[in-house]
T-cell receptor, first 112, second 115 residues
Framework: GENVEQHPSTLSVQEGDSAVIKCTYS??????FPWYKQELGKRPQLIID???NVGEKKDQRIAVTLNKTAKHFSLHITETQPEDSAVYFC???????????WGAGTKLIIKP | DTAVSQTPKYLVTQMGNDKSIKCEQN?????MYWYKQDSKKFLKIMFS???????INETVPNRFSPKSPDKAHLNLHINSLELGDSAVYFC??????????????FGNGTRLTVT
């Protein structure tokens, strides 16, 4: 079955710098890749997603890139701010799959 | 006006007890889920219901029993609680059961502590 690996498990960056979190997946039929953000003590919330017919998607300071050949996708956050501190989860699913397969999460720490 | 609401927010109980967590969504979604998040923050799906029918039943102890009286409600009953059940339990909903088409909307979580 599908397996999603996420790296790094913890990422510490200086405020204003960029952060990149990478996920790899095993099922080449996967075609939907969302990213969820979970602030401390809060619920996970969708921040951006990408489908396999697109190589990149941007929303203000966040972007997601997808490399179908290599079977990996990445979250890019530019000009990081303190409110970006959170745990970020990637996930993958296929058309026929009823569920998301989740990565283990990345704790992003923004240093002032 | 919370879209996915679950109660209680905190639940502290002793080993061996039976407890329930309730979840309701007012988004008109067809599909509801229960997730368990352990201390390492890993999100693990437990159950999923689509229009009151069970569609995902992951490998969880049969002490956990979901119940969906209608598509807006999904409750979780846990029998004979164990220390290892301590976690945050999230309810979620989505427009339909295929992840491709519908993002998850999570509730605020129930922190269960078993002593």
């Amino acid at each position: 079955g599908e397996n999603v690996e996420q790296h790094p498990s913890t990422l510490s960056v200086q405020e204003g710098d960029s952060a990149v979190i990478k996920c790899t997946y095993s099922d080449s039929a996967s075609n939907y890749f969302p990213w969820y953000k979970q602030e401390l003590g809060k619920r996970p919330q969708l921040i951006i997603d990408i489908r396999s017919n697109v190589g990149e998607k941007k929303d203000q300071r966040i972007a997601v890139t997808l490399n179908k050949t290599a079977k990996h996708f990445s979250l890019h956050i530019t000009e990081t701010q303190p409110e970006d501190s959170a745990v970020y989860f990637c996930a993958a699913s296929t058309d026929s799959n009823y569920q998301l397969i989740w990565g283990a999460g990345t704790k992003l720490i923004i240093k002032p | 006006d919370t879209a996915v609401s679950q109660t209680p927010k905190y639940l502290v109980t002793q080993m061996g007890n039976d407890k329930s967590i309730k979840c309701e969504q007012n988004l008109g979604h067809d599909t509801m889920y229960w997730y368990k998040q352990d201390s390492k923050k890993f999100l693990k799906i437990m159950f999923s219901y689509n229009n009151k029918e069970l569609i995902i039943n992951e490998t969880v102890p049969n002490r956990f029993s979901p119940k969906s009286p209608d598509k807006a409600h999904l409750n979780l009953h846990i029998n004979s609680l164990e220390l290892g059940d301590s976690a945050v339990y999230f309810c979620a909903s989505s427009q339909e059961h295929r992840a491709f088409n519908s993002p998850l909307h999570f509730g605020n979580g129930t922190r269960l502590t078993v002593t």
